[in-house]
C-alpha cells in the first residue's frame, strides 16, 4: 500500500514570494491534514480536511495561508507572501474519517525563507 | 486547551541501557496517544499507538504505557542501539481528531 506522497521534498524561496505545496493521501483515506514543525518543535496543526471540507482551520494564519482539497483526494497548501518566520518542515498526514484513527505522515517539505 | 509535555528534552546513553521517555498531557479526555519517530530531515515514523481503554502496547524492544487519570505515558526503549539514535515524539489525539504533539525528547545512543 503506497503511503502519504508530499512534493516538493526541499524548497528554498525568498522573503515575499510565494509557494506551494502538494499532497497526496493513502487511498481510502477521507481526512488529510496539514502540519508545520518549525525546528526542534513538535509538529502543529494547520488545518483538517473531511473529504474537501475543512473541518477545522483555527491555527491557519489566514492573511498568507491557504490549502484546498480538490475532489476529497490530493491537497495543496499556498503560501503568499512569504516570511522568515515560515521557515519550517510542512507535514502532510492523512486517516479514515471518525475519531481515533491512527495518522500516517508523509516525509514532509522543508521550506527555507531567506 | 491540551498540552503536551515531554521530558527530558535530550538524553544521551551508552548502547545496551535500557532508557524511559515520559510524556504528560493537561487534558485526559483523550481517544489514544501516539508515539512517532523521527530522523534528521525525516517524516514521522509511528512506533506505537495505545488507544484510551488500554493500558500499554509493545513492539519488539519498545513498550509504551498509558495512564490516562494521570495524563502521562511513558516509551521504554530496552537494550538500547545507536540506531535508535532520533528524535521521539508523543501525540495526543482528543477532540476533532487532532494530534498535540510535545516537544520531542532528542536521544543519542553511544557505541
Known amino acids: 500500500e503506497a503511503g502519504v506522497a508530499q512534493s516538493p521534498r526541499y524548497k528554498i524561496i525568498e522573503k515575499r514570494q510565494s509557494v506551494a505545496f502538494w499532497c497526496n493521501p493513502i487511498s481510502g483515506h477521507a481526512t488529510l491534514y496539514w502540519y508545520q514543525q518549525i525546528l526542534g518543535q513538535g509538529p502543529k496543526l494547520l488545518i483538517q480536511f473531511q473529504n474537501n471540507g475543512v473541518v477545522d482551520d483555527s491555527q491557519l494564519p489566514k492573511d498568507r495561508f491557504s490549502a484546498e482539497r480538490l475532489k476529497g483526494v490530493d491537497s495543496t497548501l499556498k503560501i503568499q507572501p512569504a516570511k522568515l518566520e515560515d521557515s519550517a518542515v510542512y507535514l502532510c498526514a492523512s486517516s479514515l474519517p471518525g475519531y481515533g484513527w491512527e495518522q500516517y505522515f508523509g516525509p514532509g517539505t522543508r521550506l527555507t525563507v531567506t | 486547551k491540551q498540552e503536551v509535555t515531554q521530558i527530558p528534552a535530550a538524553l544521551s546513553v551508552p548502547e545496551g541501557e535500557n532508557l524511559v521517555l515520559n510524556c504528560s498531557f493537561t487534558d485526559s479526555a483523550i481517544y489514544n496517544l501516539q508515539w512517532f519517530r523521527q530522523d534528521p530531515g525525516k517524516g514521522l515514523t509511528s512506533l506505537l499507538l495505545?488507544?484510551?481503554?488500554?493500558r500499554e502496547q509493545t513492539s519488539g524492544r519498545l513498550n509504551a504505557s498509558l495512564d490516562k487519570s494521570s495524563g502521562r505515558s511513558t516509551l521504554y526503549i530496552a537494550a538500547s542501539q545507536p540506531g535508535d539514535s532520533a528524535t521521539y515524539l508523543c501525540a495526543v489525539n482528543n477532540a476533532g481528531n487532532m494530534l498535540t504533539f510535545g516537544g520531542g525528547t532528542r536521544l543519542m545512543v553511544k557505541p
Open positions: 495505545i488507544q484510551s481503554s488500554q
